[in-house]
């Protein structure tokens, strides 16, 4: 298949099929190089060369009800991770303090649970108030979750961007949660939407599921006009009921991150958890087809650090894009 030759066509107006999709996931590794390349053409016609970095605040962790097969924060998780409660508005707005001297253009603030408590949202809304008075930093929040009223609120207080993942295909989504649905997640997705936030719906590859499965997560964030796609990789971790997985290749995780370029061409594209664990020495590779990375870690795991991401985007001819940079050219 002639690959460049798709991106081309997608660049004029149309849209790739499904079949095409999966061509892309089922495609040599002879052809690895000549995929990413394609997937760049796209890549540098919306966003250019440049790198958006996004800082997480793992603002509570553990203390879940919920049964998600590879979160360590579920409840029937056995690894026996730190677990602390909902942090203070000072707590947050430090954590975006950091962020923003770092030059990350987002700063997430994340909890664990199937949704906030009221108590939950006053916090982030107070803290979104004061971070965004004192630092030019956009604010994304994942909270579970949450009515088009609860979305309303956080938007008013200052929050620019909500995240919820779908995680995988509607399909494949009773095998890694039985406590909630896929409908339950597209319900608080459309919310988002409704509510005039910003989305940000991404998915997890490598929990076993099948490569159609994982074409139908890139046509569903197209679906839900996702604004901000995360791609995960399973990292697997003790005590949960995927921990006897394998991690998938860095070739692998390579042809998924194309895949998502083809699909969604114009929307953010972040690589996100299991980048350092699945990419390795190819993670450079990774931002030829996506636009965004986390920096400093992430929920549960820390990450190579902020002065390795930076060696890494700079060695490969990018550079880190902040909220003042204009429109790329062409």
């Keep these: 298949m002639n690959w460049k030759n798709l991106a081309e066509r997608i660049l004029t107006g149309a849209s ?52 998600c097969a590879y979160c360590s924060q579920s409840a029937k998780a056995t690894g026996g991770g730190e ?62 979750s949450v009515s088009k009223k609860q979305a309303q609120a956080l938007k008013k207080s200052g929050v620019n961007r909500f995240n919820h993942n779908l995680e995988t295909s509607a399909r494949y989504f009773p095998n890694i949660c039985s406590t909630h649905t896929y409908a339950d997640r597209l319900k608080t997705a459309m919310a988002v939407k409704a509510a005039g936030l910003e989305l940000c719906c991404g998915g997890l590859i490598g929990m076993g599921e099948a490569l159609e499965d994982r074409v139908d997560l890139a046509f569903a964030m197209r679906k839900v006009d996702a604004d901000s796609i995360p791609v995960n990789f399973l990292d697997p971790r003790p005590g949960t009921r995927l921990a006897a997985l394998k991690r998938i290749s860095a070739r692998e995780a390579l042809r998924a991150l194309a895949m998502f370029r083809f699909v969604n061409p114009d929307r953010e594209i972040r ?13 450079a590779l990774a931002i030829f087809a996506a636009n965004s990375i986390f920096t400093n870690g992430y929920l549960t795991t820390g990450g190579q650090g902020y002065q390795a991401d930076l060696a890494l985007i700079e060695s490969a001819g990018f550079h880190v894009s902040g909220t003042s940079e204009s429109p790329p050219e062409g």
């Design 271 to 283: 690589v996100a958890g299991g980048r350092e664990a699945c990419l390795g020495s190819l993670q």
């Design 83 to 144: 677990k602390y409660r909902m942090q203070s508005v000072n707590e947050l707005v430090a954590g975006a303090q950091n962020a923003h001297a770092l030059g990350a253009l987002r700063y997430c603030i994340v909890t664990s649970g199937r949704g906030p408590k009221e108590d939950d949202l006053r916090i982030v809304a107070e803290a979104a108030k004061k971070i965004k008075k004192r630092f030019k930093i956009q604010i994304c929040v994942s909270l579970g």
């Design 16 to 67: 790739i099929k499904r079949e095409e999709a999966l061509k892309i996931l089922n495609s040599s590794d002879d052809d690895l190089l000549a995929v990413l390349d394609a997937a760049f053409l796209l890549r540098k016609k919306f966003f250019g060369r440049g790198v958006q970095l996004h800082v997480i605040r793992n603002a509570r962790n553990g203390l879940c009800g919920e049964d």
